[in-house]
């Protein structure tokens, strides 16, 4: 439902939506121009879970936001001014939503993860 009703409200400013499984925080590099970059900023908190992983696995943290999706499930991609509604629409019920970063004029198609595990680059 939560979709359905972003899509019924807002489908003309959507520019893309990427469900973040089969390559995770890095799947958005499929559909990016050469000259656009995608810096994630302000991403919710790694889940315990992945942490779990990473230390039993001992796998580097930039191939963790590569191969899991860290707890994030569903990207939408929308200009800033329409993302307070899909906020409100997705706490409607109980999702929890924030902007967690921006996609900017780039030199090269590329992926940037500020995180508190350290700064990825993804080309």
Known sequence: PVISLILNELRGNIHGMIHCSGGAQTKVLHFLSDSLK???DNMFP???LF??????SGTDWKEM???FNMG????IYLPEAHARRVIEISKSFEVDAR???RVEQASKREVLIKSPFGN????
């Open 120 to 123: 990825f680059s993804y080309e």
């Open 72 to 75: 994030h499930r569903m990207e």
């Open 51 to 56: 942490e779990l992983i990473q230390k039993e």
């Open 65 to 67: 936001y590569k191969v």
């Open 99 to 101: 902007i967690v970063g």
């Open 38 to 40: 995608v810096v994630k």
């Open 46 to 48: 790694v889940p315990f």
